[in-house]
């Protein structure tokens, strides 16, 4: 079964609004997490890393400003997508580590009109 | 930096042959940990086969088993008996052993096709 698991599958948003996706991990704690960006037809794209009480950790070239996670809780991150532009359309991953394996949510497709 | 190439954008194989994905990386590392991650157009990524750089023996689970060189810095993954269900985008990744950096990166993918 799954052990992390993701919110929404799929979001459709005006330009200018934002979104929140939810990570979590189930039955266990993740003081980790990842959120990946993928593109059609392309690999996965570390966003940043997420972690527990901490700031998230951005990756070059990922605006931390419109993108903001927060890891409050050990079981739960949270990426949300500020002032979203029909650029930002996209589909996000997250995940987090188990028994030294990466386990990924099912995604969440961003389209932004 | 590590890098991890695929250098086979598309791949098709008969149903219930053998097809092998080639992947090769970068690494200035000693210990590290390879993975193949297959996304079936559900887009869910699942955990293939994972390696360990320091054991020697290759890694196999069920179906799936791996080539790894590692003087050669390439991790081979070998499909047996291909099933329908194979047919999916399969990422080969790398992440270093050390510290706390659990940072995966990724090849480009290879499209494995299975033809009835």
Known sequence: ?????QHPSR??????TSVKIECRSLDFQATT??????FPKQSLMLMATSNEGSKATYEQGVEKDKFL????SLTLSTLTVTSAHPEDSSFYICSAYRDKKLFFGSGTQLSVL | AQTVTQSQPEMSVQEAETVTLSCTYDTSESDYYLFWYKQPPS????????QEAYKQQNATENRF??????AAKSFSLKISD???GDAAMYFCAYRSAGGS?????????TLLTVNP
């Open chain 2, 43 to 50: 887009r869910q990524m699942i955990l293939v086969i994972r």
């Open chain 2, 101 to 109: 950096n659990y940072k995966l990166t990724f090849g480009k993918g």
């Open chain 2, 82 to 84: 291909s099933q329908l």
């Open chain 1, 69 to 72: 996670i927060n890891h409050a």
């Open chain 2, 65 to 70: 088993s791996v080539n790894f060189q590692k």
């Open chain 1, 1 to 5: 079964g799954a052990v992390v698991s």
């Open chain 1, 33 to 38: 997490m990842f959120w990946y960006r993928q």
């Open chain 1, 11 to 16: 979001v459709i948003c005006k330009s200018g």
